[in-house]
């Protein structure tokens, strides 16, 4: 069966300094993945979502960058975190080929504060 | 641009009755409709997923209904219980873009 794992569960940083969450599925192969943030009031936002090995499209102008250096690892990365990237970081995908026939399956996300 | 709605932010029901969720979407150009549940500090896990062709779907106590044309779905969920309490969001899936647009959710409490 296809897992999800996403790493650290919660993460305090300091301004200004490097950010690196991690994702990896399990199970499948050549998945969609995706990055999402959800902020307190604001719901899901999607970030950044990849469909293969190197391509990487971006929703959102940010600080924020992704990567997809193997075909089922996602890092999201950020050079100086500012306050406002405080948030919880969701990882998901969804299997390739299936059309419109199959949900997203998200990680159990990570708590990400920046004082 | 999609928006989706649901109201209201959050409700308690006791334990027993019936719980009713909304969900509203702008435009009707969609592939499907999916909802999810989301405990506090964790993910979002998928629970029912309706085509744009279809008018509803099934899972044990869930069901839920789908008139695209009005741009509506609702999510039933018979004889509620505490293990129910949750936030639960919806999402259409935007025809053209492949991108999920996602309601901020209902929180429920379900009263022992």
């Known amino acids: 069966s296809q897992t999800i794992h996403q790493w650290p569960a919660t993460l305090v940083q300091p301004v200004g300094s490097p950010l690196s969450l991690e994702c990896t599925v399990e199970g499948t192969s050549n998945p969609n993945l995706y990055w999402y943030r959800q902020a307190a009031g604001r719901g899901l936002q999607l970030l950044f979502y990849s469909v293969g090995i190197g391509q990487i499209s971006s929703e959102v102008p940010q600080n924020l960058s992704a990567s997809r250096p193997q075909d089922r690892q996602f890092i999201l990365s950020s050079k100086k975190l500012l306050l406002s990237d405080s948030g919880f970081y969701l990882c998901?995908?969804?299997?390739?080929?299936?059309?419109?026939?199959?949900?997203?399956?998200f990680g159990n996300g990570t708590r990400l504060t920046v004082t | 641009k999609q928006e989706v709605t649901q109201i209201p932010a959050a409700l308690s029901v006791p334990e027993g009755e019936n719980l009713v969720l909304n969900c509203s979407f702008t435009?009707?150009?969609?592939?499907?409709l999916q909802w999810f549940r989301q405990d506090p500090g964790k993910g979002l896990t998928s629970l029912l997923l309706i085509q744009s062709s279809q008018r509803e779907q099934t899972s044990g106590r869930l069901n839920a209904s789908l008139d695209k044309s009005s741009g509506r779905s609702t999510l039933y969920i018979a004889a509620s219980q505490p293990g129910d309490s949750a936030t639960y969001l919806c999402?259409?899936?935007?025809?053209?873009?492949?991108?999920?647009?996602f309601g901020k959710g209902n929180q429920v409490v379900v009263i022992p």
């Open positions: 998901a995908w969804h299997p390739i080929g299936t059309g419109h026939n199959s949900p997203l399956h």
């Open positions: 999402a259409v899936l935007v025809y053209g873009n492949n991108r999920l647009a």
């Open positions: 435009d009707s150009a969609i592939y499907n």
